[in-house]
């Protein structure tokens, strides 16, 4: 599914240079890696950011800085990875589901409408797979209802928005708070956890950094509750590497997908990722739908062939969420996306040769 080991070969010297120079500082906590990191990614997102443990911890970090009510509502999709509502859960919030678009696995604005309650405060839309969702239409309806909108990029990193007057902006920095993950895997990966916050808010910079430093702007002298949530100097100096080539490697991804766009269409029952005007892609995932999906899948690992279901199960079906009351039906569209989705191989080390292939083996299951 991924080549991590092959991509740090291709900038091996660079990686390798930038520890042992950590190292050698034994400055691992804090200082001048990770502030260089930082103003590189602010550079690159044109928007402040803060770096902090992981994606998880950014998420719960945007929710703590919006400083929300016990039982206030967040609107989210159950169509994603589970830490989009753990945080909402931990910190006492109502995580409430809205149904996604079939096409592009992103929360519907319609649905996302009708759950607005008075209890409403925010909307957590997740740009799931690279692709963004539908910001302008988000933020209309935020703005409408006076709701604060955090973007959930952590598979977003490197793809960008286009609003309808022209504009143009980096994924994770239209709403009030982006939060984004370092994770291995993700499109800017770390070798081991990371995450950032991005908003274009300077005081809400400086109260998302002290909420990640223990509640601290001055040494010992703690303004709110915090948490521990640091990004390490090490993990910080292999990502201001990596963040020199994230648009080779969104671009390799784009040209992987190109390929699978081109050589999967009309096969079968399958439908291809539907790419939206509004947005580029950066293909975290190249997701495919089919009825035959465990058929699929099972063909193609006989033959070699990775791949992946993200995700099986949509949230508001799983055992910890039972208690928000939803049941099998609430929500048809990610439901079925459950019972349908599969994920190909996708990274920037895919070539042709790999590419055919997969591509061959999908042909060779329909032709049967
Ligand atoms: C990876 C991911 C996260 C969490 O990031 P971690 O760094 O693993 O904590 C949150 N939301 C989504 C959609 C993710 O894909």
Redesign the pocket.
Same mark, same amino acid.
């Given at each position: 599914m991924a080549d991590l080991y092959g991509q740090y070969l291709n900038i091996k010297e660079e990686v390798d240079a930038a520890m042992s120079e950590v190292i050698r500082s034994t400055i691992f906590i804090k200082g001048g890696k990770v502030t260089e990191f930082e103003r590189h990614l602010s550079e690159y997102q044109q928007s402040e950011v803060v770096a902090c443990g992981?994606? %998880?911890?950014?998420?719960q970090i945007a929710f703590m800085a919006l400083g929300l009510e016990p039982g206030d509502e967040v609107i989210t999709t159950p169509f994603? $990875?589970v @830490? %989009?509502a753990e945080v909402l859960a931990l910190l006492g919030l109502k995580p409430v589901f809205a149904d996604v678009d079939p096409g592009d696995f992103n929360l519907s604005p319609a649905q996302a409408a009708a759950a607005i309650t008075a209890r409403t405060r925010a909307l957590l839309p997740?740009h799931?797979f690279g692709q963004n969702a539908p910001m302008e239409e988000l933020l209309t309806l935020a703005g409408k209802h006076g709701l604060h909108v955090v973007e959930?990029a @952590?598979?977003s990193l490197g793809s960008d928005y286009f609003y309808s007057n022209g504009e143009t902006r980096r994924s994770g920095t239209l709403g009030i708070i982006g939060?984004t993950?370092? $994770?291995p895997s993700?499109t800017l990966g770390a070798f081991g956890?990371?995450?950032a916050l991005f908003t274009r808010d300077r005081e809400m910079a400086a109260q998302i950094r002290s909420i990640a430093n223990h509640g601290q702007r001055v040494r010992y002298h703690y303004e709110r509750i915090g948490m521990n949530s640091r990004l390490d100097s090490l993990q910080a100096a292999i990502l201001d590497v990596k963040l020199r080539y994230l648009d080779e490697y969104v671009a390799a991804r784009q040209k992987a997908a190109d390929y699978y766009d081109h050589h999967l269409e009309g096969m079968g029952d399958l439908l291809l990722p539907e790419r939206r005007p509004w947005s580029t892609h950066s293909f975290?995932q190249y997701t495919l739908r089919t009825a035959r999906r465990d058929d699929l899948q099972q063909f193609l690992k006989k033959r070699g062939v990775p791949s992946m279901v993200y995700y099986p199960k949509p949230l508001h079906l799983h055992e910890a969420y039972h208690y928000l009351g939803y049941g099998p039906g609430d929500f048809p569209v990610s439901e079925k996306l459950a019972r349908t989705v599969l994920s190909l191989p996708m990274h920037t080390e895919l070539d042709e040769e790999q590419l055919e292939y997969i591509t061959a083996t999908i042909r060779n299951f329909y032709e049967f």
């Amino acid at each position: 599914m991924a080549d991590l080991y092959g991509q740090y070969l291709n900038i091996k010297e660079e990686v390798d240079a930038a520890m042992s120079e950590v190292i050698r500082s034994t400055i691992f906590i804090k200082g001048g890696k990770v502030t260089e990191f930082e103003r590189h990614l602010s550079e690159y997102q044109q928007s402040e950011v803060v770096a902090c443990g992981n994606g %998880t911890d950014a998420l719960q970090i945007a929710f703590m800085a919006l400083g929300l009510e016990p039982g206030d509502e967040v609107i989210t999709t159950p169509f994603t $990875f589970v @830490a %989009t509502a753990e945080v909402l859960a931990l910190l006492g919030l109502k995580p409430v589901f809205a149904d996604v678009d079939p096409g592009d696995f992103n929360l519907s604005p319609a649905q996302a409408a009708a759950a607005i309650t008075a209890r409403t405060r925010a909307l957590l839309p997740v740009h799931l797979f690279g692709q963004n969702a539908p910001m302008e239409e988000l933020l209309t309806l935020a703005g409408k209802h006076g709701l604060h909108v955090v973007e959930d990029a @952590a598979q977003s990193l490197g793809s960008d928005y286009f609003y309808s007057n022209g504009e143009t902006r980096r994924s994770g920095t239209l709403g009030i708070i982006g939060c984004t993950s370092f $994770f291995p895997s993700k499109t800017l990966g770390a070798f081991g956890d990371g995450g950032a916050l991005f908003t274009r808010d300077r005081e809400m910079a400086a109260q998302i950094r002290s909420i990640a430093n223990h509640g601290q702007r001055v040494r010992y002298h703690y303004e709110r509750i915090g948490m521990n949530s640091r990004l390490d100097s090490l993990q910080a100096a292999i990502l201001d590497v990596k963040l020199r080539y994230l648009d080779e490697y969104v671009a390799a991804r784009q040209k992987a997908a190109d390929y699978y766009d081109h050589h999967l269409e009309g096969m079968g029952d399958l439908l291809l990722p539907e790419r939206r005007p509004w947005s580029t892609h950066s293909f975290h995932q190249y997701t495919l739908r089919t009825a035959r999906r465990d058929d699929l899948q099972q063909f193609l690992k006989k033959r070699g062939v990775p791949s992946m279901v993200y995700y099986p199960k949509p949230l508001h079906l799983h055992e910890a969420y039972h208690y928000l009351g939803y049941g099998p039906g609430d929500f048809p569209v990610s439901e079925k996306l459950a019972r349908t989705v599969l994920s190909l191989p996708m990274h920037t080390e895919l070539d042709e040769e790999q590419l055919e292939y997969i591509t061959a083996t999908i042909r060779n299951f329909y032709e049967f």
